[in-house]
């Protein structure tokens, strides 16, 4: 679902939010566009169950855009996933507002380069994207995945900390790999347990 596109000007905010839902394509992993009509037409869920999927959307993004402009962030665009438990619950199933699911820019500048006609500074997963495809990658069949070196793995870590510490407003602490198959084994344990 996105909630910010391309209006007059590259990257202007529409008046209102737009929600255009997606669903997993029938052969492989990426998301479909699909229309709410073909949703409903299709049985996908039924007509109330979309209300409810909207007002939930629409209320995660109100609260994700709130918590981004206390962080000087604007929430441009994000995804939802949901789900529905047997006895017909609907829940939100995956993470929400992570660089991996949404789309941040910075709130200082903003403006500037809007007026500027310059591409914005976010935080998000789109720079390894980027880098993906500019390497000879997009993910189709038979493609090899390029080798990233320690360099620019250590880029990929220092944006995404990066947006960690301004979404959450606080440090980012770089555990202990001194010992990580141990930690692993000893969270799946623990996991397990309960």
Same mark, same amino acid.
Request: aromatic share 10%; no cysteine.
């Given at each position: 679902m996105w909630l910010w596109a391309i209006c007059? !000007? @590259?990257f202007d905010k529409f008046p209102i939010p737009i929600i255009t839902p997606t669903t997993k394509a029938d052969n492989g992993f990426? +998301?479909?566009d699909i229309s709410r009509e073909a949703i409903l037409a299709k049985g996908i869920v039924s007509e109330? +169950?979309?209300l409810v999927l909207e007002k939930y959307t629409r209320a995660l993004y109100q609260r994700g855009t709130e918590i981004a402009a206390s962080r000087g962030l604007i929430l441009v665009d994000t995804k939802y996933e949901f789900g529905k438990t047997k006895d017909g619950q609907i829940v939100l199933i995956d993470e929400i507002h992570t660089p991996d699911s $949404?789309?941040?820019f910075y709130v200082e500048g903003y403006q500037d380069r809007q007026d #500027? !006609?310059?591409? #914005?500074? #976010? @935080? $998000?997963?789109e720079f390894v994207r980027r880098w993906l495809i500019e390497n000879g990658f997009q993910g189709k069949e038979g493609q090899q995945i390029p080798e990233m070196t320690d360099a620019y793995i250590e880029t990929v870590s220092e944006r995404y900390i990066e @947006?960690?510490?301004n979404i959450l407003g606080e440090k980012f602490?770089?555990?202990d790999i001194s010992n990580i198959h141990e930690r692993i084994e000893h969270n799946v344990l623990n996991f397990l347990s309960k």
């Open positions: 007059v !000007n @590259l990426h +998301d479909e109330e +169950d979309y $949404s789309r941040y #500027q !006609n310059e591409e #914005q500074k #976010q @935080l $998000s997963k @947006l960690f510490e602490v770089k555990a």
